[in-house]
């Protein structure tokens, strides 16, 4: 199975490849969208991109995957999202996604996402997405309960990261949810 590329009325999701590369690690060596993301580092060097892009590029893991989100008009590429930890026994799979500043608070992440999360629950048979995020990234928390998501609750001291550990929230999105029109 194959997660091919999406397109919505503004937007073409790219699966991500080798061409993406200056544009990886440019965009996750920005501290603005490496801010919240607290099990990793902000890349340092290219090579970093190079593996990021061979695992989340790899057509022949069906289990992740990855997308460039870009403007479909101007093909600019803005940010990134995607799956990863597809438990196929259990039909879930859990949701990430980043976005450069300069792009936030246009709607390019709710219209990118509800792409995704349509495809995954009608084409893939997945029957929950969930997404884990830090709990001081409201942002993040108002845009998946936009899109329906329920906070669960705090998965304590998830990352550990510089020093510290980090609490984050698990929420969650079943199909029937996204279905009923609830989401």
Partial sequence: MNWENVETERLLLKGIDESDTDFVFMHFKDEYVCRYLYDAEPFTSIDEAKQLISVFGNKENEEINRWIIMDKATKTRMGTCGYMFWDKF??????????????????????????????????????????????????????????????????????????????????????????????
């Fill in 90 to 183: 259990n039909n879930s799979i859990e949701i990430g996604y980043d976005l450069q500043e300069e792009f936030c608070g246009k709607g390019i992440m709710i219209e990118a996402l509800r792409a995704v999360i349509d495809k995954a629950f009608t084409e893939k048979g997945i029957n929950r997405i969930q997404a884990i995020t830090y709990i001081e990234n409201e942002k993040s928390c108002k845009l998946l309960e936009r899109l329906g998501f329920l906070r669960e609750g705090i998965i304590r001291e998830k990352h550990y990261f510089r020093g510290n550990y980090y609490d984050h929230y698990c929420c969650s999105l079943l199909k029937n949810e996204w279905n009923s029109g609830i989401a």
